[in-house]
């Protein structure tokens, strides 16, 4: 059963709250989980704040299994030192006009 680590969305129109689930990958996205692994609110308190929570624990345990982490989840579980960071997607070529750049 190949398991994903991936954010199942909660809350409600324009407020959105997101769960960090272990999944099979033939669920749908909102159905059913293996395991709730943290959670991650994406609306900044008045502080400027984003609140994610997560269990480093359960996270290494699935990870170790083979479960892969979708782009958000990756990008999330890099900025707490989980997983080494993903590589920018930034194109450095394209910053430069058309009729500026050199044939390589």
């Known amino acids: ?53 997560l269990k480093n624990d359960r996270l290494k345990y699935w990870l170790s299994c083979g479960a892969q982490p979708s782009d ?3 990008w999330i579980l890099g900025k707490f030192g989980i997983l080494p960071p993903p590589p920018p997607r930034i194109s450095l070529l394209k910053m430069i006009p058309k009729n500026e750049r050199k044939e390589s």
Request: glycine share 8%; proline share 7%; aromatic share 8%.
């Open 1 to 53: 059963m190949p398991v994903r680590l991936r954010l199942q969305r909660f809350g409600k129109t324009h407020r959105p709250f997101y769960r960090m689930v272990a999944a099979d990958s033939r669920a749908p996205r909102d159905g059913k989980f293996l395991e709730i692994v943290g959670t991650y609110n994406p609306i900044a308190t008045k502080d400027g704040i984003k609140e994610i929570r």
């Open 72 to 74: 958000r989840v990756a």
